[in-house]
T-cell receptor, first 114, second 112 residues
Framework: AQSVTQPDIHITVSEGASLELRCNYS??????LFWYVQSPGQGLQLLLK??????LVQGIKGFEAEFKRSQSSFNLRKPSVHWSDAAEYFC????????????FGGGTRVLVKP | DAGITQSPRHKVTETGTPVTLRCHQT?????MYWYRQDPGHGLRLIHY???????DKGEVSDGYSVSRSKTEDFLLTLESATSSQTSVYFC???????????FGPGTRLTVL
């Protein structure tokens, strides 16, 4: 069965500092990986996705993620955090063998200090 | 933003009553999904649809049923609501079987 672990429930970061959110997945075939962001009271917005090709993926809002097959990881990074990045971030895994049924991690809530 | 609406956006109901949530899309996407979101669990798939009248169960389908009579509408029904079904419910759509899913704004359901 596929699964996703986001080890950090909360992260606090100062504005302007770098941010890295961890995501580890378990999937029996080639995974399709996603990062979504959810602002308070809102739905989920896609930040970026990895299907194949270059393992370093660029997304919206200055985010990037790196797929490391050997480590079963898909960590999300941003070089310089803005106050508007305060939100909850979800990693998800899916794939062709799962019929595009996504499995989500528990989420990481990011707080940004001024 | 993908054209997805959910109704109602908020609902309070009592244990034992039936509840129906509606998801409506204007994108003509084939696939539609219902998730529930609970703290610490992320989103969990309840049911999904891969075409009109074609639906299947997700990982937390007990106590829920769905129907899809038109491409644009996907209904989630709680036949007899329980307090454990208090949650935020999200609808999502995708064009293809392996594709990005786009999410609606959510429905906050409280079962007293």
């Amino acid at each position: 069965a596929q699964s996703v672990t986001q080890p950090d429930i909360h992260i606090t970061v100062s504005e302007g500092a770098s941010l890295e959110l961890r995501c580890n997945y378990s999937y029996g075939a080639t995974p399709y990986l996603f990062w979504y962001v959810q602002s308070p009271g809102q739905g989920l917005q896609l930040l970026l996705k990895y299907f194949s090709g270059d393992t370093l993926v660029q997304g919206i809002k200055g985010f990037e993620a790196e797929f490391k097959r050997s480590q079963s990881s898909f960590n999300l990074r941003k070089p310089s955090v803005h106050w508007s990045d305060a939100a909850e971030y979800f990693c998800a895994v899916g794939g062709s063998t799962a019929g595009n049924k996504l499995t989500f991690g528990g989420g990481t809530r990011v707080l940004v200090k001024p | 933003d993908a054209g997805i609406t959910q109704s109602p956006r908020h609902k309070v109901t009592e244990t034992g009553t039936p509840v129906t949530l509606r998801c409506h899309q204007t994108e003509n996407h084939r696939y539609m999904y219902w998730y529930r979101q609970d703290p610490g669990h992320g989103l969990r798939l309840i049911h999904y649809s891969y075409g009109v009248k074609d639906t299947d169960k997700g990982e937390v389908s007990d106590g829920y049923s769905v129907s899809r009579s038109k491409t644009e509408d996907f209904l989630l029904t709680l036949e007899s609501a329980t307090s454990s079904q208090t949650s935020v419910y999200f609808c999502a759509i995708s064009a293809e079987t392996v594709d990005t899913q786009y999410f609606g704004p959510g429905t906050r359901l409280t079962v007293l």
